[in-house]
């Protein structure tokens, strides 16, 4: 038996995790769950969003599937997700966006992998007032964790046998900042001379995305500019519905479905578990189970595909539960 932390997160996040555990139960992978609390959920009960019995059981399992968990806006607790990525030191979020076919996807011929750092950036939440009138917020990049991450996107590309590495940047304009990422960058990728590499500045490569996105192979991109470029990204193949990922760094991964808490939703039972669910298969290839991923990953595609069993935002009109028992049926 395996052993994993399990965050069913808030909102619509408990509907879809069961479904993703309830697929890989009927898989025939046997994992115990540790079920602790993140969140909103956490906050509630604890007084704490991010209670230490939680760090400590996915330090102890080192694997952990998760639900969203909601962040106020403008106000409240810090979010839960970034004080989890920092305090586990999760300095890569990587997230595969793959063309499936009966998506509402505009395109079809999608097949990339987007490695985000995931540790610094303007999402350190350093900032503060300059008098009454003025924010400041200061954006911190080193040398460290640019190298990191980069070393982890071209890695990847040889396991994988992609041929592309693509970098977006503003150094044109923050200098020493996205200087010293592009750097960083261009130093691995000297490393590894059979990978192409290219060097595109952040906003010119949302309008070559959006008009060819089959350009593009592994990408590679500082924290804010990789959280906005994943949405977009999603929105290509169907919407955050469709899209897993995974927090990962050298003790430990987290992986967690790319969309939100979807509280207008929550509790109707008509949440698309498909992210979940393929957080489940990126989970069990992680651990070796590749024949049991594989499986769902089928299962899913063929249940899409067929359009029969699955949910409003995919042009069904199945719920939760009915998708759910139609990928296990499809296994």
């Not at 067929?306 to 995919?314: A, F, M, S």
């Amino acid at each position: 038996m395996y052993k994993a932390t399990l965050i069913l997160g808030d909102g619509i996040g408990p509907e879809v995790i069961k479904a993703a555990t309830s697929v890989i139960e009927a898989a025939g992978v046997d994992i115990g769950w540790d079920e602790k609390m993140v969140g909103q959920a956490a906050l509630t009960k604890y007084n704490n969003s991010l209670p230490d019995d939680a760090i400590n059981s996915i330090e102890i399992n080192r694997i952990a599937l998760k639900g969203p968990t909601t962040t106020e806006i403008g106000k409240g607790f810090r979010s839960a997700n970034i004080s989890l990525r920092q305090r586990l030191n999760l300095y890569a979020n990587v997230r595969p966006i793959k063309s499936i076919e009966g998506t509402k996807g505009k395109y079809d011929n999608i097949d990339m992998v987007i490695f985000r750092e995931n540790t610094e950036d303007l999402y350190m939440g350093i900032e503060h007032m300059v008098g009454k009138d003025a924010a400041e917020s200061i954006k911190i990049i080193t040398r460290e964790a640019s190298e990191r991450i980069a070393s982890m996107a071209f890695s990847y590309a040889v396991k994988e046998k992609r041929k592309k590495v693509t970098c977006a940047h503003k150094a044109n304009i923050m200098k020493l900042t996205d200087g010293l990422f592009l750097s960083s960058v261009r130093s691995v990728a000297s490393k590894f001379p059979d990978i192409e590499y290219e060097e595109v500045i952040a906003d010119s490569l949302f309008m070559k995305m959006v008009m060819k996105p089959e350009n593009y192979d592994v990408l590679v991109l500082p924290n804010l500019y990789g959280d906005l470029l994943s949405e977009m990204s999603a929105g290509l193949v169907g919407g955050l519905g469709i899209v897993p990922g995974v927090n990962i760094g050298v003790e430990a991964a987290v992986f967690e479905p790319t969309h939100g808490t979807a509280l207008d939703i929550a509790g109707q039972g008509i949440a698309n578990p498909t992210a979940a669910i393929l957080c489940g298969v990126m989970l069990l290839r992680h651990i070796g189970e590749k024949d049991a991923a594989d499986r769902i990953y089928n299962s899913v595609r063929n249940v899409i595909r067929n359009g029969k069993y699955v949910t409003r935002d995919l042009g069904g009109c199945s719920n939760t539960l009915e998708m759910t028992k139609a990928i296990i049926d499809s296994l």
